[in-house]
């Protein structure tokens, strides 16, 4: 019997709570998708999400789930993953819940190698609480906390995944369904911290804030200022500016906390 | 058979968590705590078990909410600054209903105060920390043997009534080396975890598709508001308080026949028993109650006691936290005095024999 990707939601909890026009169904599906692709078993998945638009996905999985605090996901997850290993665990999180107040946790988990599968639905923008400034709101770009402009620079998901020490790092957007079918896939596969970032529309508050009020106008921006990974390396600093790189930054392999940890125990047993 | 051994605090705090059966710790360093983590860093891989180092306390509890919920009894352990830290998943742990435990080894004053003296300055904060009405269970110790059996208590009662429980340790126990005889396999009971209540599984992994959340919510695990969210919050918290004569944990020393009383809890205990000695000795009628369980609170008793002393006092390493429960319990029966001291050393037996002649010589001054 194969799987379909309804199988892996609450559909009796549909229709979500999100505006319409907002990109995190659609990165919710894909991660639906992403699971039916692999046939994962749902009673060994959990989801795992912090607090925000997006920690909201965690309800719409039929699978084990916990909707958590702003920012601790991760850590959480850390500790479900330590006690039961044989559990895939999937986090979904806001930009400013992943890299505001759970900063800290996010890159020591990428530090650890922990084998979890990051989602992260980066709208730019705390969408939550009503539009406030989010540590990946570009510069220049307005919320109800920066309503000049944002004088701040925003952090690079990816490139920060990266330096930290996950193994698996890609970033697309949601106006390209399949390609986040195919890194969650990815990720849920790899053996490590995988981080898969998504750029995604909140037309609410970051649209209307910055005058892009149509949910369709913001995802034909996204396919404008976003260049592929190997497009992007060929391209002069100058053609570089304002655009946005895509794709699997990095895939490799390196010792996971988990199996290290138990590696440990059966040292510490013989010993 | 039972052998002595010398044995610090925070040692006896670790072989009762995995007495208790506790096979998963998360912390981050902190004095005078840390000893507790890098007992349990040594043995826990022995028993298959997990401890790790987080980046910070808040992590710490987070990863003990998360390992309870794939079915490991877990515990933390910090003091002051990362008792601090942790309260909003406190509060998450109480909504959430997970059994949990939280050691507190109580230091000096609020911010970094002074590491390394003992204080029991958070008894308010172990109940009231984190945000709105919710249940917990508090727990103290005086002496060794007896950090060990109230941290094994300590699980027990997370698992009975799935509520965070915290146990309140100080300075000076947490780093004292005494000699003891701590309890044998067997000796002590141990509540292991339940699979299912009320035909529930209660566990990740078991195909149950739980759903978890702090929000307020019902017996589904989905968010509710209005007379559902009352009834929610009215449930947790009336589980705990509804079954306070059960949870009740005290020993009453001279009570049938005292004129005096000192309440007393945690390491200040070990001085009021010395002084009740003497006093005692000295023709005082004197009598004790030595509190192990401070929250839920044993207002009954503290009421029925109170109407037939003349005086109660309470001696505490704080400038007045539970005797404001006390005073509310005895509610003017009796006058309720307070001994407090904050210079990080602990009350002395004199102390307290001093305080209760001069307030004995007062009384008898005021009925002549
Ligand atoms: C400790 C704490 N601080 C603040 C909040 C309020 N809060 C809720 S969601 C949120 C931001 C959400 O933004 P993001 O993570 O980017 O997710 P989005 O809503 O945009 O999907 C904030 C600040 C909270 N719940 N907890
Ligand atoms: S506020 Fe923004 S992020 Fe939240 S649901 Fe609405 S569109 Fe989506």
Known sequence: MTRDYRQYLRVEKLPHVWCP???????????????????LDPDQIAVLGGIGCSGRASFLFQTDAMHTTHGRAVAFATGLKLARPDLHVLLVMGDGDALGIGGNHFIHACRRNIDLTAVIYNNAIYGQTGGQLAPTTPTEKRSTTSPYGNVEHPFDIARLAMAAGATYVARTTSFDFPEIVRFVRRGMAHKGFSVIEVLTQCPTYYGRLNDLRDPSQMLYEFKSHTVSLEEYHQMSPEEQAGKIPIGEFLCEERAEFIESYYGLCQLGRSA | MNKQEFVQGNEACARGALYAGCRFFAGYPITPSSEIMEYLAREMPKVGGVCVQLEDEIASISAVIGASWGGVKAMTATSGPGFSLMQENIGYAAITETPCVIVDCQRW??????????????????????????????????????????????????????????????????????????????????????????GRMLNFGAGAHLMITGMAHDETGFPVQGEKAAQHLKRIVGKIEEHKERLMRYQGFYLDDADFLVVSYGITSRAVEAAVERLRAGGVPIGWLDLKILWPFPDKLIREIASHVKYILVPELNLGQLVREIERAAAGQAPVAHLGRVDGSLITPEEICKYVQDEVARVQRVCL
């Open chain 1, 21 to 39: 026009g907002c990109g995190h169904g659609i990165i919710t599906h894909a991660i639906a998708s992403a699971m039916a692709d692999l046939q």
């Open chain 2, 109 to 198: 004053g609020p911010s970094t105060g002074q590491p390394t003296k003992a204080a029991q300055g958070d008894v308010m904060q172990a109940r009231w920390g984190t945000h709105g009405d919710h249940p917990v269970i508090v727990l103290t110790a005086s002496w060794v043997r007896e950090v060990f059996e109230m941290t094994v208590l300590a699980f027990n009662l997370a698992e009975i009534y799935r509520v965070p429980v915290i146990l309140l340790l100080d300075e000076v126990l947490a780093h004292l080396r005494e000699n003891v005889t701590l309890p044998v396999a067997g000796e002590l009971e141990v509540v292991e975890r339940l699979e299912k209540t009320n």
